[in-house]
Every structure is written in C-alpha cells, then in structure tokens.
C-alpha cells in the first residue's frame, strides 16, 4: 500500500524504509463500503489480513483498532483508504502566533532506518559501499557522500545493530551519522546570540516541537557593553576577536548542554543547529575579525548563508553536526535580521508592513510581497538602557512600566521581578531582595512619553517646571528640571540629558523608517511588527507618542518577542525555509542611512514629540479614546493650530 | 607577454597575477636578430623598454641581465622569446630512483596573489565577494567556495595587507587560507603510519622539494606489538579505537610539529597532508573501528579516498587544511599499497612486475600496463622478528646481516648502529653501548638462508647436526638442533622452531605471489620491487635462496624503501596522481587468498628451501657465479638429479 500511495504522489510517512514494519509511522485505516462518487465499493478482503510483522508492532507499541501498517498490507481490490494526520509527511507546522504563518517540518537532516547485506568471503565489498546500496535501494538516496567524522560511527553501529541501523542524512545525500538499529528522534539546535544575551532552543526535528530552552548573558559583556566598545576592544588587543569567540562558543556550548541535559537527551543527540544574530554577533562566532563592521563603510566578511561544522566553531554536539548561519542582509543588518524576516515574512504580506527591530541599533525592514527595503538606524545603546542616568539592563529590579498621574504629577511604576505597580498593596514586600535599582529601555521609553503627556516635557524635549507647584518630584538646578521617578535609594531621575538621549535615539529610529517609507513611495504604514525583548515589554501607544514609529492603527502594531530566534528555529525545521531566506536576502534593497542626506533631515524633523512633519490620526483617536484625565492634555496633539510646542525646542 | 605566452598555450610561472610585477616568478629573455626560419627579425625595441616595475623587482630581489618580467613587458612587434626551466609552470619533477618515473609537481592546493578593490560607502559588497571578483578576473577561479575556518584568516589578512592578499585555493575553487600581501611558499606534509614506525616527509609545494623528514614509533605499540593484538585490545576494550587513534594522531602531530620547527617553519605553514598506512592504520587514524579487518571476511569500513579537515583528524595545521587519505584497495592491502602503486607505477610497465610489501602480512601486487592483481599474504610478523625465539625490531643492536663459514660453520653478522662486520677490528667498540640484543627481520632471513647453503638445514627446513663435528655452533637437545648465532650475553639462537617459522612465512609470501601469477597466466616475472625498511636490509640472493620470492634476474630485483610514504609525497604534489590512484585502485583485481584452494596447494608446495615446484635458473646462475666457497655446495641446486635434499623433511 506504501508503494501505491507513493506512486499516486501521498506521502506517508516512514521511517523504517517502508517494508519492514517496525517505525509504525505509516498507520493507516480502511474505509469500507459503497462509494457511489468513486463508483467502487471497498470489502475488507480488498486488503491482506493483518499480518504477523503488525501483530508484533500492535503487541509491542500498540495499535488502534482499524489501524493497518501501510509498508505490510497488500492492495488486493479496490480500496479507500484514510491517512490519518500523523502518518502524513508533511504534517506538521511551526506557527508562532496567529497571525504568523505555518512552516512545515522538513529538517535539513532526515532519518533512515536500513537493513545492510552482511558481507561474506565473496563479497567483501564494504561497509560504504553496502550503506550506499540499501540507501539507493530502499531510499532513492544516490552518490551518499560522507566525511570522516561521520563515519566514525559506522562501524561500530552496524556491529551492534547487526547489519541493521539507522543513518541520518544531510541535505539529501550526506552521511553525518549512524546508529544502531532504529532510531526515530533527532534533535536540533536553534541559537539566537544576542549582544546581551544568548538563548537556545532546542527541537525535535521530526515533530517540530519545541523539547528545551534556555538563555545566559552573553559572557562578552566582560569585554565591553554594547557592540561598539567591544570592537574597541578587539582593535585594541591582538587576541581580541579569539578571546570574544572564545567565551561566546564556550557559552552557547555549556548552554546547549544544560538544555540538553534538562531535556533528557545527549549532546550527540543534536546534530544540526542553526544560528542568528546581529553581524558582529554573527562575525565574532565563526571566528572573523569584526573590524570591517567597526568603522565606515561597514563591511560584512561574508553574508551569505554558511554551513560549518559544529566541531569547527566549538560546538561539540554530534561529530558529524554542521551549524547553520543565516545569512547578512548589510553591515547593520544581520542574520538575526534574516531570521526577523522569516518568522514575520513580510515578503509574504499584502499590506505594507514595518518591521522594527531594536537593540543597540535599530534594524528596520519595510514592504510587502513586491519588495523589501532594510536599513539600520545608529540609535545606540539608549533604548537597551545605556546612557541613560538611571538606566540598566532588563532586569530583576529595573523599571519597566511607568504612570505619572496627570494632576499630582506623581510617578507610579512596575518593577521587573513583581506583577505589582508600586501604588499597589504589597508592593514593597513583592520587590523585597530585589529593590528598585534603575531603569530598562522600555521604562525610560514610558517615563518620557508620560512626562509628554503630563506637561512635563515639551513638545521640543525640554524638561520644564511650569506645572510642578511644591517641587515635589522635580528638581530644579538652575533652568535644568529633573524628574524624580523613585525616591530611593537609589534615588532614579529622569534627566533632561535622559530626555535628550531618547530624542536622538527615537529619532533615528524614525528617520530610518521614514527613509524606507519614502524609498517604497508610501507615507503611512499598515502593519507594525516590534521584534525583540524590547518590542514585548513596550507600550505602542507610547511609543507612538514618542514618535518612535510612524502612525498606525494601534492594533495593527504587534509585539513579535525574540522573531530572530523564531526564525533560527524555522530554517531549523525547514530546508525550504532556508532556499527561501538565502534568495530573499539577495532581493532586499539596502538602504545605507549614512549616505543618505534625507536620513538627517529626517532626523532632524523627528527629535520633536512625536515630531514635527508627521501627521498621527491613529495616535490621536488612540488618545481620544484614552481615560479623560488623558484627553485635555491630548489636546496638543489634536489642534495642529498650536504651534507653540513645536517652536519650543 | 604573459597574456600573449597565455594565450598561445605557454604556461609561464606566476604567483602574482601577472600583473603586479612583484613575484618575478615570470622572467624570461628576449632573442634578437634575424631568424630564417620564422621569417621573422626580432629587435630589442620590440619589446617595452625596461620598467619601474622591472627595476624595482631587480633592486630588491636581483635579476640578471637581460632578463625580462613576462608580466610587464609589452610585445611592440615580432619577438622570439626564451623561457628558462625554472618560469616554466610544470617544471618540477619527483623522481625518486633513475628507474621510476617523473612526477609533475602539480599540487592540490596553490597560491594566488590578488589585489582587491578597498570598499566604499558606495560599495558595501562583502570581503568574499571581492575576493571573488578578484580571483575570477585574474585567475579565472570561479564559483569559490569556502569554510568557516578558512575565512577566519581573511578580515586580518586583508587589514594587515591593505586589500593585497595571497590565497590558498584548495581543489581549484576551495577558498583554505589567506595572508596579507605576497607569500610564495607552502608546505605539505606525507604521513606513512605504519604498525611499527610513524614516518611523516615535509615538502615544499612548489618546487615539490623535501624541507624535512622525521620519524617516530608508532605509541600503539603499547597496545600490542602486531596489529592482531591490538585488534584483539579493541576487541576488549569500550574505549579501544578512540585510545588507539588518539596517540597515533597525537605522535603525529608533535612528529609535524617537530619536523616543521627543523625546518624553520610554522604548522600553519602546512596546508595540506596526505596519510598512507595498511588497512588497520588507515581505519584506525581515521576514528574508524577496524573489528570488520580483524575477522573473516576481512572487510573494511570503507576504501575510498578521502578528504578530511585536518582538524577532524587532529592534525592542527592551519586551520583550513585537509588531510587526504589515499584509497584502500581491499581487507589487507592498504592505502599503504595504494602508495607503492603510484610510487612504482606497475600500471606504467610494459614488463611483468612484481611489488612487494613486507610488514605484518605481505601486500603483493603483480601486473603491468595492462592489468594489475593484488593480494595480501598472512606471513605474520616473523619477517619483522616477532615470534622468533631471539627476534626483536629491526633497532638498535639488531643483527641485520649474516654470513656463515662453510667450512667452520662459524656464522658473522652486523649489528644496526655498527658498520663493521662482527669478525672486523673495532667491532666490539662499535657497539658499545648497544650491544647485540636480537635478530631482526632481515637478519633472520639471511641467518635461515645461510644455513641452508652451509647445508645446516635441509631443503625440508630440519636443522641438521651433519655437518657439524664439534658442536661448536649447534646445540643439540635430543633430535633437534639450535644455531648459535651469538654466543651473548644475551645468547641468540636460530632454533628448529625458528626456521619453521621462516618457512611458514616465505611460503606464505611465495605463495601469494604465485597465484597472482597464476591469475595472470605468467610462470615468471621480468622485475621485482622489495618495498618497504624490510626489503631495503634483505639481501635479495638471501631472499631467492630461501624461495621467499619467484626466481628473477637478481639484476632486476630492486629495493624500493618506503615506497608507500614515496607515494603519500606523490599524492601530496600531484593532483593529477591522485586521480590516477583513485581510479586505479577500482581497476585493481583482487585477489582472495583464504577463498583460494590453490594458494593452499602453493603454500605447502613452497615449504621446502627454495622449494619444491619451481625452477630457480636466475638463483642458480647467481651462485654460480658466487665466491667459490659456495660454489660446491649450490651443487644441490644446480643438479636437479639429487632428490635427496628435497626428500630429507
């Protein structure tokens, strides 16, 4: 039955090769009956009897009644046979959220159980040579190659397996590795390294289900905070670059083992993974001197998609694993970027959709299934917390969330480690341990957009003290107002230098996304997506009002958490996906932002909040519909005849 | 005139690009005045004046007079140039005796100097795809691939080189290395791992010269001393292949690393190597179990050439470096034969050869240009002096050579690290600190050949008390006699035991050798090849004497030394080689002695000395024409009437 439904083009899923009845991947059942639409009735004798190959499965795995083994039933008249979703090839999907689309599971790395001829004094022919028949034969697997490392592990397979084993394919026809007898589940390796953080997560090819995960700091912080004092470092110490690919590798290493061990499988048991990140990221992990990417004209060593071996870059998985790079779009524009676009596929969408990915710089993709523009916008560190008076990194104890009450002017926060707000009951005790010790990008993004929205910024960014009364939370030193976000200790400001930075920061955000507006010929967008960790813990309302992103209806702007992750795990699960992203890249139109001279007007035109040459409809219903103590102050956003806010800059 | 030599199929040295004028591998000299027979005159101003280029290449590095670079000079009418040998592209030779035949030296991977484009903020294309460019519009390399570890060499060569890089390219497109501006020279290593010795030879991949050689023990032989032991060790122990293989690529890398420091060079100088070794050395370098060798049917993993990174084996030479090794041709005969095969070229004889490789089993190969059999001979590691009751490896204080008197029976014989003879003034001088610990396997061979000429062992191998009046050099013990060879301390005897030993081996060979000829339907063989340390010490009379191997003029019966790791250096120079070894081994008939009756039938026939079947007319004249201290005893050859001898066993 196995050899009719292939022949008909239904692929049912196999493992065992299809005739040996062991895997039961290719369970079937038969519909009996009349049917009149195909003009054939089915009887039960129209199939073999259930034969002893699936007794023995049935006893040994069981079996549903009904079900038959499709490689040990024989076609004996017509028949109508159900394949239940599980026995399908192609079954399974990877969807992240709703609106994402499915990708099927088609591992780059495939499984297939074979039975060898065992060799005889005439037929000394050997173990490869016997591997490559039954592959060609069983498998329509023709010209196996092989390197050494995998085939290591022949040998000793086919002893133990008794001529009988498991091989797992790469690409079609490249031997990585053998095991004994059958063998269903393999295992792969999606890596997201991050310039503060590396995470990994761990899959089951054959399923596509997610099995482990897990993050760490990314140890280069030793070396430096952000990318940039990192390349310093590297141009300034002659093993710079080995000592950052050193301590990354050793780190996703130790990574990989702690998730496989958690997942109760063996390093051996991965044997493909993939990886993004952001270009020096991607350079400084395959050992390549990032200093290209350091200074003008920012220059990749490589963008092109690579496939190493795992041993090569540290990674000691499987001996016979490879390591699968995505590949660069630009200087700025990385691999992590490539996995941002086919986990949110904008080349796939009909409407025109922003993809906005912030770290230490913003790496911005706009368009739709015509065409796709990406650039990168310098807006540093500022919206990860650096260079910021109170800033820190996201985590335990940084604000993350802030409410400034429009009357008393009063601050009410969140803090990372409590699902408290600070007015709250309880408050203090949920923090006890951790405290209140700076503030994350996306609390110092809300604490500007609420002084905006309170009157204590101005529409140019200054800091003013006009509303405050008692001085109660703002400090004045000369004609220079802070905020006081948090009395302390520590005590948390926002100053008018923080102010300063965000504008310059959101500024170069937007320009960015306004120069590919311009280049793509659109003036607004459809479609927001905000990937990162940046992107979930942020409010797209205040982030409008910022002036951070251009206007759009607000539930059209959607948090796409870690989509360069999401995307490793795609070209993880899928070799399709990798075809697709390879060529998708070299169609992306790269905008440099640096050579651009519309970029700095741009620029320019949007230090202003939210800035001053755009109009922002959405944001302005947004804030109609917002609570009332919101609505008078909203006001100067709605009346465009008020110019004073502009002019005081 | 590069272009134009170029252009006309005259392949003119180059490392530079031919248009750089930097390398001066191009020189060549101009013939003026008039040449009848081309109908042509050639005047000096047909060529470009002297150049800048020209002058600074002469300034720097010298260039005689009247020389010109190809590269520079302009063709400004009819000229009639003379290129010297050495700007001739396939100059160089290996020739390793006037009998064998030259190699080019054509190795697998070259140097390509190129000047890249620097980027701009106008052109952000990656360092690979300008080095791209520049390969295919000077070198005409196209489609270059490349590996991780290779491009790691790439950003730093191109900073340090300011955009002028040499290349290592593997295979014709396989990007390996790069350094910053002009490099010249590259080095390869041959690694010949045989059971008892590790022997590696540094080449010069240009001009295909040694620049060093070393030799070590091979550490497995704390694992047993014969490859059957440590098969058997493997057997028994879990971890037995990985220990195994472990120390072997240990003992080879510090074998490189101290061979490179000899030679004032660098391991990441070393951009390729090539690995000879029988089946089980093979098998075992490269991580692969070898149980299939040690049991019949006798069948290896696997028999093809292959291409492994160095790193995967543990070599650490640069990093982008493969270690190629040559294809095995069945169970016991070897990659090792695979190199004697290249290194003699059978295949290339118009004359019926015979090749011979000595070591634990014998890999016997027999043919011509028109056909080629081989077949391996269980001899059993007698000829290398094991399971000899005074045997040892041929070492230090090892009797390698001797003679015995006819008429006093009184035997003499040289010691390794000795040139004198024992019975010469000075020899006990000579081995101080040495001593006479044992008899290797020449020695053994010579001692049992002897013996049977003074007529101390019949022709059926008995040891025979006869001849001897006053014991002074045999030992009796009831019905069997011992030799004394040395009178000791330690004693060394040849005892009955030994020379059935010796018996059972030279059958084994003799046998071997006979069926090839019986396969190929010749009853003798025009040429003989003694490879291997063994076949270097043996005598060949001795040899022939014992009936160790067919009768042949004694004239043309060669030793060819290590003609295995010959053929690794081969390989390792000429790619064209490994084609030709690649391809020839598939075309090799093999020959199965254990499935063959009539190897037994020859195996008891040529138990007697010579023996029994054959004619030995070369031996016989050769003693003939002998001292006359032999002649009246080769009687018992030459007068074939005498059964007696051939009866007594």
Known sequence: MLEAAREIGVDIDSVCGGHHGICGRCQVSLSTGAFPKLGLTCEPSHLSPFSDDEARYRDKHGLLTGRRLACVARIAGDVVIDVPPESQVHKQIVRKRPDTRAVEVDPVVRLHYVELTPPTIDDQRTDLVRLREALQDEWDIVDLTCDGAALAGLPGALIEGQWKITVAVREGNRLIAAW?????????????????TIAVTLC?????????????????????????????????????????????????????????????????????????GNPIMHHIFLGLDPLGLGRAPFTLV????????????????HPGAHAYTLPCIAGHVGAD??????????HESDEVVLVVDVGTNAEIVLGNRGRLLACSSPTGPTFEGAQISSGQRAALGAIERVRIDPETLAPRFRVIGSDLWSDEEGFEDSIAGIGVTGVCGSGIIEAVAEMYLVGLVDAGGRVTGERTKDYAHVVRSGEVYDYLLHQGPPALYVTQTDVRSIQLAKAALYAGARLLMDNFGVESVERI????????????????????????????????????????????????????????????EKIETAA???FHKYFVAAMAFP?????????????????????SHSDRLVDKSQPAPRAAR
């Open 180 to 196: 004994p007898g059958l063998r269903e589940r393999l295992f792969g390796l999606a890596i997201d390294i991050g310039t503060t």
């Open 302 to 317: 490589v963008d092109e998609a690579l496939a190493v071996k795992a041993t090569d870059v540290g990674l000691r998985i």
């Open 204 to 276: 089951d090819l054959d399923t596509g289900n997610v099995v482990g995960e897990g993050g760490v700091m990314n140890p280069q912080i030793r070396f430096g905070e952000d990318l940039i004092s990192r390349v310093s470092y590297i141009q300034l110490s002659p093993l710079g670059v080995r000592q950052l690919t050193a301590v990354a590798r050793k780190a996703i290493l130790r990574l990989a083992a702690d998730t496989a061990a958690d997942a109760g499988i063996e390093l051996a048991d991965i044997v493909e993974a993939t990886v993004v």
């Open 337 to 346: 970027t490539a996995g941002v676009l086919l986990s949110e596929a904008p």
């Open 596 to 598: 651009e001279k519309r």
């Open 611 to 631: 800035h001053r040459d755009d109009t922002f409809p959405n944001l302005e219903r947004a804030l109609a519909n917002a609570e009332p103590s919101r609505l």
């Open 529 to 588: 997506v905000l990937a990162g960790a940046f992107g979930t813990y942020m409010d797209p309302l205040h982030a409008m009002i910022l002036g951070m992103i251009p206007d759009c209806d607000l539930s059209r702007v959607v948090a796409a958490g870690n989509a360069a992750g999401a995307g490793a795990r795609i070209a993880l699960l899928s070799r399709r996906a990798r075809a697709e992203i390879e060529d998708l890249v070299g169609r992306v």
